[in-house]
């Protein structure tokens, strides 16, 4: 196999096919990345196998052929070439890289032994601009749980309903919801996606300006641009979030999102960020009072004018909940709806078509 083709670009599809690499595998194959050279084309390949990830770039291909080279060593040495023409060439177990002065021998490994690419056969599918994809997954995407043991909470679910698609992310102590138009389809389209996966997506620097989400009976395709990435979809049955979100409020407040955030930043200098801060909601102040109180550290509290409907009341919120909600919005405005102090808190930004719910937690102050 013998090819030529630019450091920058090169090294751009390393930097987005190293993602699919395994790191903990038991088989040394899957730590390489698969390169194959046919047709004016360059194909790189990575896979743990429950994530594949396919990138192809246009070549200078002088032999076609197939290895699977080291993958981090790879990427370590394509990154520090200059940006130049670029030329591989394998003879039997060993690679060479050159570009200008500089020249590399490494180790190969035999491609017939690297996994093949996945076949998805797609039964729903849509299509969405990169960008509102991208911004969509940024919200909901903190919110996916850790915790493996609930599987269905590692993911979020994707629906279209009416001409809208939607993701849902929950940890089981908050929800995010945010929605956005997508092209006319009569076609149903629900699953439940990887949300770790879905991040590694969104961070891409806008490869294309479309992305198309494609859904099997037990796997899910990406494609964007030159790169298609697949992942297994989760199976296992979504919680009902809908019952969780009240059609009628006891309270409602409007925040300038900027003052709120300013405000909970001060506030939780004394308190951490798994600590509570209190949300005194005064009516006939029109105003609400932070305050949140550390044994053996101190006190803090400050005071956000903004119009309050209904009646008044306290609640407590987990600050780094609060904190990491707030931040994803742009909008200016922000609401906080509230039934009880026992009752979940729910902020929206209806212009950004973001929902976040809160669970309160109980105050002993």
Known sequence: MR????????????????KGVSNHSTLPILSGMLLRAEEGNLTMQATDLDSSIEYVIPALIEEEGSVVVPAKLFNEVVRSLPDSAVHVETKGTEASITCQASSFSIRTMDAVDFPGFPSVEALQQITLPFAEFSRMVKRVGRVVSKDESRAVLTGVLITVEEGRVRMVATDSYRIAITESTVEATEAEFQGIISGAFLTNIASLSAPADEITISLSENQVMIRCGSTTFINRVIEGNYPNYKQLLPHEYA???????????????????????AAPIKFDVSAETQSVNLYTLTQDVGAAQETVK???????????FNYSYLSEGLSVIKEKEVSLEIQTPTKPGIFKAPEDNFLYLVMPVRLSF
């Open 3 to 18: 090819f030529s083709v630019s450091q920058s670009e090169l090294s751009n599809a390393i930097s987005v096919v190293h």
């Open 251 to 273: 309270t409602k407040v409007t925040f300038s999102r900027e003052a709120l955030l300013s405000a909970l930043k001060r506030t939780s200098l004394l308190s951490g960020n």
């Open 306 to 316: 903004c119009p309050v409907e209904g009646e008044s009341l306290s609640i407590g």
